[in-house]
């Protein structure tokens, strides 16, 4: 699979651009609305035929190009069903799969940053949105967020996929592009190394985080695509 | 190989480890000072033994941390010859191949941001410091810049390599991470499209610009390698 990674200054976020090399149908995965002019000419330019835009979950802290794209390129709108987000074409749930020619994009649900989180596998990567993020997770407290849920997807299905497998995250703050499933499972602080679930519960409810900054104009709007 | 990329977003900055898979011998491409902590880390953590600290150019928008790391783990530094930058263990030329256990990297001399430029080929992967960008290309206006000479790197040199050769730049200032050479022979805005050597330096020699904001620092400081 052709995989182009972008990347939003503003919020940090990271947006991919995922295409069949035979056929060149793309998936666009956590769009930002502020870059769908960016991304547009990139696909152009790339040559690839946009099929989908696909959300990892109903963002919190940047609003989805998704409705946009929709809008423009006439792609079918993928988030998962219990995100809540009914302006999706597509209702995701685990174990789906979505087609770009003779690839395969698996589903996989990996809830507990929010209640509707999945984590798209492709080829030998997995795109983890803010399940998995390199050396650290999405925070719990906000949006169904579940600290336990959330240890039970990384440890029981994102660290259960080869160590060789390439992680793409939803985002990162300290220049980091990419990781491995091994990488994550040996040294990831909040979970990697064998922590224990009672312990990571426990950190994740000792956090205190300010809310992100977009948060009251980010969820209803993502719950309508972004639009 | 191996492609780690890492982005230091205060000089936009984008610095590369690559390593050969069976042996794990890695050289870390146009480092920043400021990141080495980070650098060293990932390089740990990806179980990599980094050998070569290898510079696209003497910098003059960061410091390199090329010296800093030659301290702290012995690797050889590379420069181009014509860099002037005498605290370097490797005087490249134009044809070195740099080896990595089994993997080899390439140096082609491609000046013109500055006389000292080369790009890095390494297994249908191009590591262009500032010579090409992703739809640009570096400016030309100081440290023996010369519009006409990096035309014919581009042009003579890069755009000779296979279309889906990927682009690594050495910086990025609106997300974009990696390209093509496919892409950017059609689509750079500067020099691609068949665009001609006169009218390249015309645009070239028109552009003002202000000076780097760290230039003082960095080009002696990086003639040092940083230290």
Redesign the interface.
């Known amino acids: 699979m052709i995989v ?6 503003d919020t940090s976020t990271y947006t991919y651009i995922v295409a069949d090399p035979a056929t060149r149908e793309a998936a666009i995965i956590d769009s930002v609305k502020s ?1 769908v002019d ?1 991304d547009i000419r ?1 696909m152009e ?2 040559g690839v035929v946009p099929r989908y835009a696909l959300e990892t979950h109903v963002h919190a802290d940047h609003v989805t190009g998704a409705g946009e794209l929709r809008r423009r390129l006439g792609v079918k709108v993928g988030v998962h069903k219990d995100g809540g987000a009914e302006c999706a074409d597509l209702q995701l749930d685990d174990g789906d799969e979505i087609r770009l020619g003779e690839s395969r994009i698996r589903v996989l649900h990996t809830p507990g940053h929010t209640n509707g989180d999945v984590s798209y596998l492709i080829d030998g990567a997995v795109f983890t949105g803010d399940a998995l993020l390199i050396r650290g997770c999405g925070r719990t407290d906000f949006q169904q967020g579940d600290p336990a849920r959330l240890y039970d997807s990384i440890t029981g299905k994102l660290f259960t996929l080869p160590d060789d497998t390439l992680v793409y995250p939803g985002h990162d703050y ?5 990781s491995t499933i091994g ?1 994550e499972k ?2 990831n602080p909040r979970l990697g190394n064998g922590r224990d679930k009672a312990s990571f519960v426990e950190l994740m409810n000792s956090l205190n985080l300010d809310p992100p900054r977009y948060i009251d104009v980010a969820v209803p709007g993502n719950l309508r695509c972004g639009t």
């Open positions: 182009r990674q972008l990347f939003d200054p870059q960016r990139v330019e790339m300290q220049g980091l592009t990419v990488e040996r040294f």
